[in-house]
């Protein structure tokens, strides 16, 4: 081998420009994110102008508290979407997540150092459940998904039995010890002087750790490329099922802990939670400016998405200008970050040729 | 050709995509009532003139005269019918409804099968699978109906490209047959083939396209095999590639050995050997099994036998092999840069270190220095892939492989539409990785590429390996073209060997 340190020549401006991001795709995601950006802070202008008496701290804090778990599960989405896959199951695994540690914990009486580990691995379960119909069977990830989500939230309804829990309240019978109530309850204690809650950073924790993964690693790189062209992958011999089924496995895992950290700061859990849950995470990653054709999208861009959705809520809910805005409001954001993707792809592209 | 107004009349064809340049300036006749053929080498400008002609793109200047008047064939679609080898179909329609689409009428009603259309489909024997899906009809038959659908439009002309090279021998007469009446019945009828057999068997007159203009129209005792596959290459193979057989290392056992390799359908009893140094083409046109022999050596179509590189067998030996796919499609990563695409096949340890994270600097200086050792022209690794050249996108492909270290390199058709630079490079990059120790295989259609870049030849007809041919033997290109032909024809050995005798005494 030659050291290549030594024989290291002068590096030129290509050498020190960046590898992973072309030039002009850089120039679109800056775009991307300063449209975003500005859109966010746009939207806190007007809610300021309109209703300066509302505009403080706390409610920019419980903007974040509200976009964690969409926030969270627009991350596993992500790698879903950047292999070039489809999930729509998340949001049913979420309520599955949250309704499996009830039944254990509350339930079963397995303590909740055991059954909160227990119940991030169904969400493992079921990723690799999708995943492997997927990769193996060849069945196309709409379809399973969409299966999924039916028997996921089948089985919550049936583990539950239909009923509601309350860890404070347990059903006649069971007993929670104090100090893993503290516990579970603790995870998504506030603090500070403007009470934040530690679920937000359980949120920024993961997206650093999946931004990582995503950005930094082998792993990402290898997904990107599977997204980008699975059938070259393939050809290239590059593990492209192994690596599909991890996406879904973490997708799976990530919705698990979306679903027990909203548990543990709402403190109660419902067969049903969760399931209205995947139009507004996909709409987070998209207009994140992941595109569903695979091997595109940011970690960045997925909790920007999410950002702006819980802004536009939490702001719509205070102006109450009635439910029909915040739906309306959805589908326009959704379209137009889309729409304006496009157009900017197509004048890259003109310019190019 | 003062009279002639009947027909199709092209003069002064012009067509360029970017900087290459497609057609230079075609000017041709074509004849109702019979049969043209067009040959040319990839990338002469061949599938242009057919696009051209079948409406599918415009030339940027020149004149297109039917029956001597101006003619758009883009606005006169329902003229003009293209017969791929691949039907452009509806698969989930029956085979009637194929043959209405398009002629639906504006009735309310679901639309019906008139009794014009019936007597077409029992013309073409296609009546009896008139409520059969498409799709469950032989190749074959979903030709025919192709076919049928043009002549039920009253199309006048027909374009068949390379419309037999997945059909049986019998089939193919069939088809033949079919063209030939369509001929005779005062339609304009064109034959694009890279099978020199048919069009000296079924063209009335061959018109060869070199470097976009038509050099040499074929007819009567000119036309011959090996008459049109001198034209195909004359003039070229001025400059042979690096080429040396004195880098293949005799002495050295050989490097790859296949033995008793045998496909379900495509190829049987394969036997072949490889030393160091060594580039080596399989010849064949669609369908003789060439490609997917190659395929096969990338592990990527089911066999016995066994393969055995550098000693190694089995998964170990895929690991010291690298394929490069037909088309850039299939080994590029649109969403990636250049420098990603170039190292896109590495893994742990030379891109990635502990816990898998990527080594940022590691992959820049990498891709780097692949951008200067392939001789890749990009402003900077970062440059989008596809805003390169074809021929650039070409050699990254080709580098991207050869990043994995491999000692058997496995390409399918490497310079298809390359531009005449990149493939001099390509051949020079490809001399470079086998004088290191290695072996290149190619699948080849091109007796030119056999010519320039290549040490020796395999012809593949039905599944069989021809006797090897050395190239070094000939001293011009149109011999060796003339003995490939001959092996094609025959099957067999015979006939090699004449040529290359004659050449060298010349």
């Known amino acids: ?353 | 050709m003062n009279g002639a107004v009947e027909g199709i009349r092209l003069r002064g064809l012009h067509k360029r995509y970017g900087a290459t340049v497609a057609l230079a300036g075609v000017d041709l006749d074509i004849r109702p009532g019979e049969v043209l053929g067009i040959a040319g080498p990839n990338g002469a400008g061949k599938s242009t003139l057919v696009r051209i002609i079948a409406g599918e793109e415009r030339a940027d200047a020149g004149e297109l005269l039917f029956n001597g008047r101006p003619w758009t064939p883009a606005d006169d679609w329902r003229a003009v019918a293209v017969v791929h080898q691949e039907p452009q179909l509806f698969p989930n329609l029956s085979v009637a409804e194929n043959v209405l689409v398009g002629r639906e009428g504006t009735r309310a009603g679901r639309p019906r099968l008139g009794p014009a259309d019936a007597k077409v489909m029992k013309a073409f024997g296609i009546d009896r699978f008139a409520n059969a899906p498409l799709a469950a009809c032989t190749l074959a038959t979903q030709q025919r109906a192709e076919i049928a659908r043009a002549v039920a439009r009253d199309a006048q002309v027909f374009l068949f490209d390379e419309p037999n090279s997945a059909l049986t021998d019998e089939e193919s007469n069939e088809l033949f047959r079919e063209i030939h009446k369509l001929a005779a019945g005062g339609r304009i009828v064109l034959l694009v083939t890279h099978r020199l057999g048919d069009l000296n068997e079924h063209a009335g007159r061959v018109a060869v396209i070199r470097d976009g203009r038509v050099r040499a129209i074929l007819e009567g005792d000119a036309l011959t095999e090996d008459g049109i596959a001198e034209q195909l290459v004359v003039g070229r193979g001025a400059e042979t590639g690096a080429k040396s057989g004195a880098a293949i290392d005799r002495g050295r056992s050989a490097l790859v050995a296949i033995d008793d390799w045998s496909h379900g359908t495509a190829f049987r009893h394969v036997s072949l050997s490889a030393r160091p140094g060594e580039i080596i083409a399989l010849v064949g046109v669609e369908g003789s099994g060439a490609r997917e022999l190659l395929r096969s050596f990338a592990g990527l179509e089911s066999c016995s036998g066994t393969i055995a590189i550098a000693g190694e067998k089995g998964d170990a030996a895929q690991r010291l092999s690298a394929y490069v796919p037909a088309t850039r499609t299939l080994s590029l990563y649109s969403n990636f840069s250049v420098g990603e695409n170039l190292l896109v096949r590495l893994g742990k340890p030379e891109i990635a270190g502990l816990g898998l994270a990527l080594k940022k600097k590691r992959m820049r200086q990498l891709a780097n220095e692949a951008i200067r050792r392939f001789s890749i022209r990009a402003h900077a690794v970062s440059q989008g892939v596809r805003s390169l050249s074809g021929g650039n996108q070409q050699k990254v492909a080709i580098a991207q492989a050869l990043n994995c270290a491999p000692r058997l390199l496995l390409l399918e058709e490497p310079t298809r539409g390359v531009d005449i630079h990149s493939k001099r490079e390509i051949y020079r990059l490809l001399r470079d990785y086998v004088r290191a120790g290695n072996t290149a295989i190619m699948f080849c259609t091109e007796v030119l590429e056999v010519y320039e870049a290549v040490d020796r030849a395999h012809v593949v007809v039905d599944g069989r390996l021809s006797r090897p041919i050395v190239v070094s033997d000939y001293a011009h290109i149109e011999a060796l073209a003339t003995d490939i032909a001959r092996m094609q024809r025959h099957r067999g050995d015979d006939g090699v060997g004449a040529s290359a005798r004659s050449s060298r005494s010349q």
């Open chain 1, 1 to 353: 081998m030659i050291s290549a340190d030594s024989r290291e020549p002068v590096p030129t401006e290509a050498a020190r420009s960046s590898l992973s991001s072309t030039g002009q795709a850089t120039f679109d995601l800056a775009l991307r994110m300063g449209g975003l950006f500005l859109a966010i802070v746009l939207v806190a202008l007007l809610m300021f102008v309109l209703k300066p008496n509302s505009f403080n701290v706390d409610v920019g804090i419980s903007v974040l508290r509200a976009m964690s778990s969409v926030a969270i599960m627009s991350l596993g989405l992500t790698l879903v979407i950047v292999v070039g896959e489809i999930d729509l199951s998340f949001g049913a695994m979420y309520g599955l997540g949250a309704n499996s540690l009830a039944v254990m914990w509350i339930l079963l009486g397995i303590p909740i150092y055991a059954a909160l580990p227990l119940a991030i691995g169904v969400g493992a379960i079921v990723g690799l459940f999708n995943g492997a119909l997927v990769t193996w069977l060849s069945i196309p990830s709409f379809i399973v998904t969409l299966g999924s989500y039916n028997l996921l939230y089948g089985v919550s309804l049936w583990i539950t039995k239909t009923s509601t829990f309350n860890p404070i309240y347990p059903p006649p019978g069971s007993e929670l010890p104090p100090a893993e109530l503290d516990f579970f309850t603790g995870l998504t204690a506030s603090f500070g002087s403007h009470p934040i809650s530690l679920e937000v950073v359980w949120m920024l924790g993961l997206a650093l750790v999946v931004g990582f993964l995503l950005h930094r690693t082998l792993f990402g790189f290898r997904l990107m490329a599977i997204g980008g062209n699975p059938v070259a992958a393939q050809l290239a011999r590059l593990p492209v099922t192994r690596y599909k089924i991890l996406a879904f496995v973490i997708c799976g895992m990530l919705a698990a802990t979306a679903g027990i950290l909203d548990f543990s700061f709402i403190q109660t859990t419902q067969p049903n939670i969760g399931l209205s849950y995947t139009f507004p995470v996909f709409a987070a990653v998209i207009i994140g400016g992941a595109s569903l054709s695979g091997g595109k999208g940011t970690v960045i861009g997925a909790m920007s998405g999410a950002l702006l959705l819980a802004e536009l809520q939490q702001g719509l809910a205070l102006l109450s200008p009635g439910p029909h805005v915040q739906q309306l409001f959805l589908g326009f954001v959704t379209i137009g970050a889309v729409a304006l993707d496009l157009a900017l792809t197509n004048i890259r592209k003109r310019r190019a040729a």
